[in-house]
Structure formats: C-alpha cells, structure tokens
C-alpha cells in the first residue's frame, strides 16, 4: 500500500514540478536562468524538487493555520464580543460543524479526484483498492499532522490537541465508509447529489454561525472530550475502517465512478461553471444592438472593445449600475441617521477621516476587474487567441489599453460615488473637508489598482486554458497576496496621514511596475494554452 501511495505520490509531484518550472520560466529575471533542459535535467530537477517539497510541506501547515484563524477564530472573537459569549466554546462550536459534520461530507475521496483516479487506475494500471486506500490513509495522516498545532489555537492544551485531532480524522473514516455503503446499495455517490450534498453542507455553516448570533452556542468542547464520547466515535471509526479495509469490489466502484465519458461531461460541466456568471444569455442581448451600429466612426479595435461593452452590459454595466443604486440609498439613510443625531457627528467625522484601510477592502470587493477579464477571455479572447493576427504584440498591447481604460472607468464610477457620498455625510457632520482630500484622492487611485491589478494578471499570465480551466500558480498566488493586502487594510483604523499617502504612493509604484512588466512580457505571455 505504502509503494502503491509513493508511485501515485511521485507521479503527481512530478507534474507539479513540471508546472512551476514553467511558470517559473516565464517570469522576468528568475526565467532567464531557468534553462528548458531543467525539464529532463535530473540533478538540477530533484534539487527544484526537493525545494517545491519543503515550501509545500510548510505551506500545507499555513493553509490550516490560515483556515483555523479566518474562519473560525476571527468570526468567534466578533461574535462573541457582541453577544457576550464564551470564545472558546465558540471557536470549538464552528469548528466542529464545519470541520467535522460538513468537512468529511464535503469531502469524498471517491470523487474528489477522478480525473486523476481515472489517470492513476484505468491508464497507470494501479491496483483500484490499494490505491484507494492508500489515499485514505495518507489523507487521514496528512490531516492529523497539519491540524494538530492549529485546533491547539481554538484553546485547548497539546493533549487535548491530540485527542480531537484523533476524533477528526475518526470522523473522516465514517463519512468515508457511510459514502462506500450508500454507493454499495444505490449505484450512486450521494456527494454528487445535489438534494443530499447542498443541506448537509448548508445546514451545519448555519449552526456554525447563525445559532451564535442568537445567542446559543453548543458546549463541542466538553463533548468532544467526553470519555464516552471519544470511545463510542474511536468504536464507529474502527468499524469503518474495518468495513473500507475489508471491502472487495473497488475494482467495479472504479468502474462505475471512471466512466470516460461521464468524466469529460462532468469536466467541461464543472469548466463551464466556472465562467456561468460571464456566460452571455441570448435573452439579455439587446435586439437594437444587432440592428443598428453605434460605433461606425470607430475601427479596428476600438471598435471591437465597444462593441463588446454594449453586448455585455448585463455583465458589466448592470453590476456597475446595482452598486451605485446601494451606495445611494446606504448615503440616504446614512444622512437621516446623522441629521437627527448630532451628537454622533464627532465620532462620524473620525470614522470618515479613518476609512482608508476600510476603502481599500470595500474596493476590492467591488470591483469588476476579476469578472472582466473572465468575460474577455470566455467570450472574446478564448476564440480569438486561436488566430496569429490576435497574437501579434501591436494587437496585444493595444487591446491592453483600450480595455485597461474602460475597466478603470466602470471602476471609477462607484469609487467617485462614494468619495462624494462621503464627502456628503463630513460636510453634514460639520467636518473638515481638505482633511478629507488625501482620503478621496486615495479612493479613486485604490480603484484604479484594482482595475490594473486583475488586467495585468491576465496579460502577464493568461492563466486560462482552452479547456476553460485556471492553470497558473502565478496568477493563484498574486491574486491571494493582493487579498492578504486588502484584508490587512481593513484591520487598519487610523486616521494618519502618512497612511493614506502611503497607500497612494503604493498604488502609484504597483501601478507603474505592472504596466512595465504587461508591455515586457504579455506579447510573450498572452497565448491560448
């Protein structure tokens, strides 16, 4: 079994490995000295390897300490200071109905992968029950190890830590076999059910952080380390492992689950799905635009962009226009709030004059920059890119500005809203609005960082394949350092001038490196893959 999980294991790193090494190759600097014979170059292949082993080890243990405090501990310390709570009965109370009622369901090992079952089974030839297996076994190990140190956070000492630890992965094992009995009886996987999967995921987040905003929290702690408790679930979960250890027809639960066609169906399915809110629906075109031609004095393309703007307003004009509509009515309601309570003015003036970090968050949220790039490659690039013309540098940079000036525009309207709503609400505070220049300046140019960001991400990586798949750990780690930034602002409550303009400066410096990097390497970098 353990030859069986290292062969899988290497197979797959290997093709990792293979990933980075071209991602790698084609950023600026560190490309220049990775040479394509790394690719077949053993000695220099098995040191990448071993550095790319290291950081994912270590980063398997952030991603847990990242999930245990953003998920868990963050929403347990807001909540239970507003409702006076117990914290760390709460953070034992999410995690519990996350981790270990939603977690395991969530999570099946018979169909989390299959296009890499279908790979290591039907093409590798690997035996289907020690493959399996083997999977579950280091799943349950990996999970133990990476979680041992994070649920000590939740507040509980080292052995305890140990003991719940336990209890998880119990848990898991149950789930696991529960899925293999219901698969034995019915033919079928009920997480790829969607009246099974939705309610038993939804329900659990719903006590998880619904029942606290009530007031009630479960005492998952006390439970969890419960003699009984932990005997009756090391009981089911010995059982369990008995029962998946035991079992004979893997071989025809393969069979049944790796159904080439079903798999190509499900793939390009769930590819799709990822592009359902760029997806353009004939319904929502409207008929003029195909008729009569606005743009006629535009060609080439500026005419191209235009056109593309007036068939996808409901993809991107709409959400603008939803979002000022809010911004509007939230500063209605915001001013009555403050005309009939003035002795909030004061406190309101310093909030204003404090919002840069807030803004920068809120602008990050609303931005349509991520959404626009996904319609220019679903609906325009992804057929286009297949024709040599589209792919000459003149063609790429110049479809870069015009589509890096209409993203800043859409942007810029909710930002220039509400920098003047807010300017509103100082002035009916009776506050001081030069203090608030550097503020509104620093909104507008927040918003157009956001605008470059997402266009220089897809010009200098073009992470998108033909098959409509994300496939640039480049693109996947910039865009979670950019969200690391914005959430990091919002933990900033300051009214500091050097702040803001720094967060300007900031703006201005990625601003200027991005164009610079998009005009060196996106005639290079902008292909179909």
Known sequence: MFKTF?????????????IWIY???KLPLIGRIIPDTLYSSTKSKTIASNIIRIFSFLFAFIKKFIYVFLIIILPS???????????????????????FIAGPFANNLFTNSLYKDFYMINLMRFNAKKYYLSNM?????????????????????????????????????????FYLLTCRKNGAQLSSKLYFIIPIIFIPFLIAYVLPLLGFVFNIKNLLLNVFFIIIILLLAISSIIYLTTYKN?????????????????????????FVDVQLKENKIDSKSLINDNYKNKSGLDYLNAKFIERHKSILINPIKIRVTAIIILTIISSIIVILNPDMHSKINKLI??????????????????????????????????????????IILDNFKCRLKTIILLNLIPAICIALCLSVILILTKGNIIDFIPVFISILAISCLFSVHYLFLYYFTQ????????KSPIY??????????????????????????????????????????????????????
């Open 23 to 25: 991602y790698l190759s």
């Open 250 to 274: 893997y071989t025809l639960l393969a069979k049944k689950l790796l159904l080439k066609d079903d798999l190509n169906k499900l793939t390009s399915t769930a590819d799709e799905a990822m």
């Open 353 to 394: 004059l404090a919002s840069t970090g807030f803004m920068v968050f809120i602008l990050y949220f609303i931005s349509i920059g991520e959404k626009a790039t996904k319609a220019y490659f679903f609906n325009c690039d992804h057929s286009l890119l297949k024709f040599k013309f589209y792919t000459d540098p003149k």
């Open 476 to 529: 996947s780690a910039l865009s979670f350092i950019i969200w690391i930034f914005a959430y990091g602002c919002l933990q900033v409550k300051t009214a500091s001038l050097l702040f803001t303009l720094s967060i300007i400066a900031l703006t201005i410096l990625y601003t200027l490196v991005a164009l610079f990097l998009v005009y060196k390497y996106a005639p290079k970098n902008f292909r179909l893959k």
């Open 77 to 99: 310390l807001i909540i239970s200071k507003e409702k006076s709570l117990d914290s760390v009965n709460l953070n034992f109370h999410i995690f519990f109905f996350l981790s």
């Open 137 to 177: 076994l280091f799943s349950y190990l990996g999970y133990f190890i990476f979680f041992l140190f994070p649920i000590k956070l939740l507040g509980c000492t080292f052995g305890e830590s140990i003991i719940i630890a336990f209890e998880f992965i119990s848990f898991r094992a149950i789930v696991q076999a």
């Open 463 to 470: 992470p998108y394949t033909s098959q409509l798949t994300i």
């Open 6 to 18: 290292l062969k899988s294991y290497e197979i797959n790193f290997a093709q990792n490995v293979n």
